[in-house]
């Protein structure tokens, strides 16, 4: 299916990748990416020549409708694994465990190091958790990704793709086997991602914002919720302010009538 997919993907999208001959043709690695869209997870599986394994959270593989039934089959199609993100420790857990059972395997583990979508199409900082951890536990390159435009084919909450091409930057892997066996220091685990960001910033050319992406969301709908109940304030304080302006005419006028009316 992985083919098949991916072949019909590259016919109508015809995404331009660089760097391709940094993914090594056997033996495991780490491919770090921004994330830009929903079908990051589609165009990157699509253009290399190895499965890769990116672990999804769960509702991808749940979701109703046929959107949902066909997102399933395309996870389960190119071998994604469900992660229940509902509580958040748990969910990091399972990752770092899949992703470390990917790597000794000798396969290509894919993350997303900020954790989610960006809102708004600029770099947010890196999870030290998931990636650093791996990396560390296993010694494996990291290879920085970034994926480009792919926020202009399918924004959040769009059903139907746009037709346009994406672009994907490879870059040259990483080595943080010096570190191996340090996944617990902080310190280091906090080095690792930032440098891992620094490449995928060179390579996107994307803004970065160094705060986490689920912040920013949360702040782009608190600042969204404030704006439509301002909205509505204003709103109603322009219906208060007809309404008065129109009890005042009906007043002055009914007065004025009776005032030139001429006496029997």
């Given at each position: 299916?992985?083919?098949?997919?991916?072949?019909?993907?590259?016919?109508?999208?015809?995404?331009?990748?660089?760097?391709?001959?940094?993914?090594?043709?056997?033996?495991?690695?780490?491919?770090?990416?921004?994330?830009?869209?929903?079908?990051d997870s589609f165009f990157l599986p699509a253009v290399l020549d190895r499965k890769v394994?990116?672990?999804?959270?769960?509702?991808?593989?749940t979701s109703p409708g046929v959107k949902g039934r066909l997102t399933a089959a395309f996870f389960k199609g190119v071998g994604q694994l469900p992660v229940d993100?509902?509580?958040?420790?748990?969910?990091?857990?399972?990752a770092i465990k899949a992703g470390i059972e990917v790597?000794?395997?000798?396969?290509?583990?894919?993350?997303?190091?900020?954790?989610?979508?960006?809102?708004?199409?600029?770099?947010?900082?890196?999870?030290?958790g998931g990636l650093g951890r791996v990396a560390l536990a296993t010694g494996a390159p990291v290879i920085p990704i970034a994926m480009i435009d792919t926020e202009k084919i399918q924004p959040p909450g769009k059903v139907i793709p746009k037709l346009m091409r994406?672009?994907?930057?490879?870059?040259?892997?990483?080595?943080?086997s010096r570190y191996q066996g340090m996944e617990e220091d902080r310190y280091i685990l906090r080095s690792v991602t930032d440098e891992v960001m620094y490449e995928i910033?060179?390579?996107?050319?994307?803004?970065?914002?160094?705060?986490?992406?689920?912040?920013?969301?949360?702040?782009?709908a608190e600042e969204e919720k404030a704006a439509k109940a301002a909205a509505k304030a204003?709103?109603?304080?322009?219906r208060a302010e007809a309404k008065a302006e129109t009890e005042t005419d009906g007043a002055t006028g009914g007065g004025a009538e009776k005032k030139d009316r001429p006496a029997a």
């Open positions: 299916m992985k083919f098949s997919l991916g072949g019909s993907l590259k016919l109508a999208f015809r995404p331009w990748v660089e760097g391709l001959e940094n993914i090594p043709a056997h033996g495991p690695a780490i491919l770090a990416s921004n994330h830009l869209s929903f079908s394994t990116f672990v999804a959270k769960a509702e991808y593989f993100r509902s509580g958040a420790r748990g969910a990091a857990e399972a790597i000794e395997s000798g396969g290509l583990f894919g993350i997303y190091p900020e954790g989610t979508r960006s809102p708004d199409g600029r770099l947010y900082r890196g999870k030290p994406p672009g994907i930057r490879i870059g040259k892997p990483l080595d943080f910033m060179k390579l996107s050319g994307q803004e970065y914002v160094d705060i986490y992406a689920m912040v920013a969301k949360r702040q782009l204003a709103e109603k304080a322009d």
